[in-house]
């Protein structure tokens, strides 16, 4: 359940530890499953403000940005190109910045970002969705086929693995 204890918790957690990551992004990560995407924005834009330096931040951060405006791709791309900086093995960012580089017609980019995420984390369904239609952009049917076999086996979405991922931790 996401909601108002979810949201106290994540706030008393931020008020205890400011420095630490993980309060601050499972606080952002709250308000953005709640589609407060400004609210989550805010949270992590002052959590960077403080010090806080997370690959993981950075990738919420862009799936704020398009959520609020997804005329401008360019400025989330900013924050992925931090969050690859910071973790050249983030999946998520990866995933996202394939995403976006394929849809403003630079299929090849996309490619490698999209085979550096899906060969981390095979299991990823946008990853490998995405690294399906970039393959296809690029005339790799034969591969474009196979990765979409791939998803007939599996469900879920990035924000969904990334705050699973993070619970496991």
Same mark, same amino acid.
């Given at each position: 359940?996401? /909601?108002?204890?979810?949201?106290?918790?994540?706030?008393?957690?931020? &008020?205890?530890?400011?420095?630490?990551? *993980?309060?601050?992004?499972?606080?952002?990560?709250?308000?953005? &499953?709640?589609?407060?995407?400004?609210?989550?924005?805010? $949270?992590?834009?002052?959590?960077?403000?403080?010090?806080?330096?997370?690959? $993981?931040?950075?990738?919420?951060?862009?799936?704020?940005?398009?959520?609020? $405006?997804?005329?401008?791709?360019?400025?989330?791309?900013? *924050? @992925? $190109? &931090?969050?690859?900086? @910071?973790? /050249? %093995?983030?999946?998520?960012?990866?995933?996202?910045? /394939? &995403? @976006?580089?394929?849809?403003? /017609?630079?299929?090849?980019?996309?490619?490698?970002?999209?085979?550096?995420?899906?060969?981390?984390?095979?299991?990823? =369904?946008?990853?490998?969705?995405?690294?399906? =239609?970039?393959?296809?952009?690029?005339?790799?049917?034969?591969?474009?086929?196979?990765?979409?076999? !791939?998803?007939?086996?599996?469900?879920?979405?990035?924000? %969904?693995?990334?705050?699973?991922? =993070?619970?496991? !931790?």
């Amino acid at each position: 359940l996401i /909601g108002g204890a979810t949201t106290s918790r994540a706030h008393t957690a931020v &008020k205890i530890a400011p420095e630490k990551t *993980e309060p601050r992004f499972f606080l952002a990560l709250t308000d953005y &499953k709640l589609s407060n995407y400004t609210e989550a924005s805010a $949270d992590l834009r002052n959590a960077m403000s403080t010090g806080v330096i997370s690959a $993981d931040l950075e990738y919420l951060l862009a799936e704020c940005m398009l959520k609020l $405006d997804p005329t401008k791709p360019a400025e989330a791309l900013a *924050e @992925l $190109d &931090k969050a690859i900086r @910071l973790d /050249g %093995n983030s999946v998520p960012s990866r995933t996202l910045r /394939g &995403k @976006l580089l394929l849809e403003e /017609g630079s299929p090849q980019k996309a490619v490698a970002d999209l085979e550096i995420a899906h060969k981390i984390d095979p299991t990823m =369904r946008s990853a490998t969705y995405n690294l399906a =239609r970039a393959y296809f952009a690029v005339g790799k049917q034969k591969e474009a086929q196979a990765l979409y076999q !791939q998803l007939q086996k599996q469900t879920t979405n990035t924000v %969904n693995e990334l705050s699973d991922q =993070r619970i496991k !931790q």
